[in-house]
């Protein structure tokens, strides 16, 4: 039986004091929730919130991190400095570092390896472009970003790990995939994933859906068959709207 696992990605929003009004009203409205909740601010806020949601039923996620443990990387955050933070997942192979600031899946691949050494989980992000959609190749791209990206990760550490389906075209475009398109890509990541880690591995991944996932539309998400949760953008920056999907249904 799988759990749902809702997450919130701020992304590039918030300063500290915003993030903490934000994080002391999940901790208090999320309290009696029944699923796995995570929030990832960005690295600047990572202190203020986990101070905040600390003993609370929310974990603490960095959107990014570095492929190595540390040196001469201007700009970079390692995984050992998320980890002191109390880092207990790091969101990976995100659209926007794929397609903004070109991250390839050897990039990924590496990140996740050097995440899961350290002993956090990961999130690894995987999504068509709109074209590649049109041109029937969803599948076989979410296939190649999930083979290249966890190339290497032992069968002992998948349960370390969550995918998140993001169709690009669907992230804060208010477009979102039909129940139906998502679940039916979820079911064939479960497969690549059969394929390599066997059927008890696959049965127990998580596969969140991501893209323009709100209060309207989560609990038809979550009804799917092979939808396990929701990586939430836009509408995880306020607790009006990031609660009513954490408790959907
Ligand atoms: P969105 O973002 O909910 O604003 O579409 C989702 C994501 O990028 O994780």
Known sequence: MRNYYIAGNWKMHKTRAE????????AAQLKDGKHKYLVAPTFTSLETVGALIKGSNILLGAQNCAP?????????????QLKDLGVHTVILGHSERRHIYKEDDELINKKVKLVLKHGL????????LLEEREARKAEAVCETQIVKGLA???AADLGRITIAYEPVWAIGTGK??????ADAIHAYIRKVVEKRYGAGAAADLIIQYGGS????????????????????????????TFVPI????
């Open 68 to 80: 190595e443990e540390q040196g001469a990387h201007t700009g970079e955050v390692s995984v050992l």
């Open 176 to 181: 979102t995939a039909t129940p139906e398109d």
């Open 121 to 128: 989980e990961v999130i690894l992000c995987v999504g068509e």
């Open 213 to 240: 996932v709100k209060p309207e539309n989560a609990a038809q998400l979550m009804a799917k068959e092979n939808i396990d949760g929701a990586l939430v953008g836009g509408a995880a920056l306020k607790a009006d």
């Open 19 to 26: 993030a903490a009004e934000l994080a002391k009203a999940l």
């Open 152 to 154: 290497g990760v032992a």
């Open 246 to 249: 954490a408790k959907f249904g």
